[in-house]
């Protein structure tokens, strides 16, 4: 199998503070693959300088063939992504939002609008595509963001907690439909959760990082032998530690918070 | 050009939906002209210095432009962290033309928004110097709006947080406004008159004035050319710092 995603020495510092700290992996081609951490672990900082969002201090980093920071373009074009705070436009229409993004993507107009038919019945929201996103429920706007994030059909899907603040229904729901995804289009995924059940369940291969350290990786199975442990969660706690993170309310989640309050109806 | 065709469309969308935003950035320049127009208007005349009305209602469409530009602009601040900015950042488009968009849309919403301020002013007995001179002030209106959409956008672009927004709320757009001259003459004004000089929105209040109400400080030729020249470098600027933004 080929690597789809590689990961060379990778660094990112802020400041003195170092986020990531050289860690190096290769994601295979239509794998899933789960990224997990404590809060403040590094896993976000990662996600953004793969999807070109943040230039790293140092490494290299390439995606599909593609250099991350010289071939950006190409690069975005290869993946999709589902972010942790949702990335719509509340006040345009479900339907707005998948046309937009076709547009940004040069997705040719009479495909864009099959596909756009064809995702929303399958995340069921084709009978709400006229309704704007403001109206819709948290898991709603998740939908709608795995569809449009596969509008242009990557390859690489990324996922930063795809399944926070969902019930049990709707994220059983959203990681079948990922799996059927995966086997069907043969579409890569790369992952972060907090629920590790989930990551146990779905990820082929787990890399778990640690204050900006990949101190473990493997499969789920090697991973628990490795720990001699029964569950993920509890290798996960074996090889973090059960010191909760004392994690500083930076500004973005300030800013969450008053965009909670200036939303909400 | 496709993307900044359907960014500039997002934010004119964005516009017309939102009936209370468009209703309540009108009440504003409403409240400012009536109370201002009507209460300083006798005291303007003993002056000498004519209809209060005439003088008064180019300044409050610039008001309107000024607010509505720099609040669009800084839009950014909130649409990166939680909204459709991310979205844009990693799609295969370039930083130039997502900016372009953004602004142009913008800038647009203030214009509209600097017309209705017009309309709203016949009603309360503002008549134009020359009706056909209209379109032409229509251009000054988004030639100003462009220039403080990227203003915002620049500014937006260093912050990363909202509680920079109310001190440039109150630093920035409000000491703009009311150095610029929209509510007082300049001629008269001793040291703040030197100071309008250093104000953008002085050229774009005295070029609409001038087009409208047939006054002028600095004359239509210097203010049309000063604010190309400030528009331009605005834009410049705002690219810059757009394109060097990281989340």
Same mark, same amino acid.
């Given at each position: 199998?080929?690597?789809?995603?590689?990961?060379?020495?990778?660094?990112?510092?802020?400041?003195?503070?170092?986020?990531?700290?050289?860690?190096?992996?290769?994601?295979?081609?239509?794998?899933?693959?789960?990224?997990?951490?404590?809060?403040?672990?590094?896993?976000?900082?990662?996600?953004?300088?793969?999807?070109?969002?943040?230039?790293?201090?140092?490494?290299?980093?390439?995606?599909?063939?593609?250099?991350?920071?010289?071939?950006?373009?190409?690069?975005?074009?290869?993946?999709?992504?589902?972010?942790?705070?949702?990335?719509?436009?509340?006040?345009?229409?479900?339907?707005?939002?998948?046309?937009?993004?076709?547009?940004?993507?040069?997705?040719?107009?009479?495909?864009?609008?099959?596909?756009?038919?064809?995702?929303?019945?399958?995340?069921?929201? $084709?009978?709400?595509? !006229?309704?704007?996103?403001?109206?819709?429920?948290?898991?709603?706007?998740?939908?709608?963001?795995?569809?449009?994030?596969?509008?242009?059909?990557?390859?690489?899907?990324?996922? =930063?907690?795809?399944?926070?603040?969902? =019930?049990?229904?709707?994220?059983?729901?959203? $990681?079948?439909?990922?799996? =059927?995804?995966?086997?069907?289009?043969?579409?890569?995924?790369?992952?972060?959760?907090?629920?590790?059940?989930?990551?146990?369940?779905?990820?082929?291969?787990?890399?778990?990082? !640690?204050?900006?350290?990949?101190?473990?990786?493997?499969?789920?199975?090697?991973?628990?032998?490795?720990?001699?442990?029964?569950?993920?969660?509890?290798?996960?706690?074996?090889?973090?530690?059960?010191?909760?993170? =004392?994690?500083?309310?930076?500004?973005?989640?300030?800013?969450?918070?008053?965009?909670?309050? $200036?939303?909400?109806? | 050009?496709?993307?900044?065709?359907?960014?500039?469309?997002?934010?004119?969308?964005?516009?017309?939906?939102?009936?209370?935003?468009?209703?309540?950035?009108?009440?504003?320049?409403?409240?400012?002209?009536?109370?201002?127009?009507?209460?300083?208007?006798?005291?303007?005349?003993?002056?000498?210095?004519?209809?209060?009305?005439?003088?008064?209602?180019?300044?409050?469409?610039?008001?309107?432009?000024?607010?509505?530009?720099?609040?669009?602009?800084?839009?950014?601040?909130?649409?990166?962290?939680?909204?459709?900015?991310?979205?844009?950042?990693?799609?295969?488009?370039?930083?130039?033309?997502?900016?372009?968009?953004?602004?142009?849309?913008?800038?647009?919403?203030?214009?509209?928004?600097?017309?209705?301020?017009?309309?709203?002013?016949?009603?309360?007995?503002?008549?134009?110097?020359?009706?056909?001179?209209?379109?032409?002030?229509?251009?000054?209106?988004?030639?100003?709006?462009?220039?403080?959409?990227?203003?915002?956008?620049?500014?937006?672009?260093?912050?990363?947080?909202?509680?920079?927004?109310?001190?440039?709320?109150?630093?920035?757009?409000?000491?703009?406004?009311?150095?610029?001259?929209?509510?007082?003459?300049?001629?008269?004004?001793?040291?703040?008159?030197?100071?309008?000089?250093?104000?953008?929105?002085?050229?774009?209040?005295?070029?609409?004035?001038?087009?409208?109400?047939?006054?002028?400080?600095?004359?239509?030729?210097?203010?049309?050319?000063?604010?190309?020249?400030?528009?331009?470098?605005?834009?410049?600027?705002?690219?810059?710092?757009?394109?060097?933004?990281?989340?």
């Amino acid at each position: 199998m080929s690597e789809i995603i590689e990961v060379k020495n990778l660094t990112k510092k802020f400041g003195d503070f170092v986020a990531v700290d050289d860690i190096s992996f290769e994601v295979n081609k239509g794998e899933i693959f789960a990224f997990l951490g404590p809060n403040g672990a590094g896993k976000s900082t990662t996600i953004k300088m793969l999807t070109t969002l943040l230039t790293p201090t140092q490494g290299t980093l390439t995606l599909d063939g593609h250099s991350v920071m010289k071939d950006s373009n190409a690069v975005r074009h290869s993946f999709g992504i589902v972010f942790q705070d949702p990335s719509l436009d509340d006040e345009l229409t479900a339907y707005e939002n998948m046309d937009l993004h076709g547009v940004l993507y040069r997705v040719p107009k009479a495909l864009c609008k099959e596909r756009i038919k064809q995702l929303l019945t399958l995340v069921e929201l $084709w009978d709400r595509k !006229d309704n704007y996103v403001k109206e819709f429920s948290g898991g709603m706007k998740r939908r709608l963001e795995i569809a449009r994030g596969l509008l242009h059909h990557p390859k690489i899907l990324f996922l =930063d907690e795809p399944t926070l603040g969902l =019930d049990p229904q709707t994220r059983n729901h959203m $990681w079948s439909y990922i799996n =059927d995804l995966n086997k069907s289009e043969g579409i890569t995924v790369f992952f972060t959760t907090h629920y590790m059940e989930e990551a146990e369940r779905i990820a082929g291969r787990i890399a778990i990082i !640690d204050h900006g350290k990949i101190i473990a990786s493997g499969t789920a199975t090697e991973l628990k032998s490795k720990t001699n442990t029964k569950s993920l969660e509890e290798a996960f706690l074996a090889l973090t530690g059960k010191v909760i993170r =004392d994690e500083e309310v930076g500004k973005v989640d300030r800013m969450r918070m008053m965009h909670s309050a $200036w939303t909400k109806k | 050009m496709k993307t900044i065709y359907i960014l500039w469309l997002r934010q004119l969308k964005r516009y017309f939906r939102s009936k209370s935003r468009m209703i309540g950035s009108l009440a504003q320049p409403l409240f400012f002209l009536l109370s201002l127009g009507y209460g300083f208007g006798p005291v303007f005349k003993q002056a000498g210095e004519g209809n209060y009305i005439q003088f008064l209602v180019p300044g409050i469409i610039g008001m309107s432009i000024i607010f509505t530009s720099i609040f669009s602009g800084m839009e950014i601040i909130w649409d990166r962290q939680f909204g459709f900015l991310k979205e844009t950042l990693v799609a295969p488009v370039s930083r130039f033309n997502i900016m372009i968009g953004r602004t142009i849309g913008g800038a647009t919403v203030a214009t509209l928004q600097g017309t209705l301020v017009l309309l709203i002013s016949f009603l309360i007995g503002f008549k134009p110097m020359n009706w056909s001179l209209i379109p032409v002030a229509i251009v000054v209106m988004l030639l100003s709006a462009l220039l403080f959409t990227a203003m915002g956008t620049a500014i937006a672009s260093k912050l990363d947080d909202m509680q920079g927004f109310q001190l440039i709320m109150n630093f920035l757009v409000m000491p703009l406004f009311f150095l610029s001259g929209a509510i007082f003459p300049l001629a008269s004004a001793g040291i703040l008159g030197k100071i309008a000089n250093f104000d953008p929105l002085s050229y774009g209040v005295d070029a609409l004035r001038s087009l409208l109400s047939g006054i002028t400080h600095y004359g239509l030729a210097t203010d049309f050319g000063i604010l190309a020249i400030i528009t331009i470098a605005f834009l410049a600027l705002g690219s810059y710092f757009f394109s060097k933004i990281q989340i």
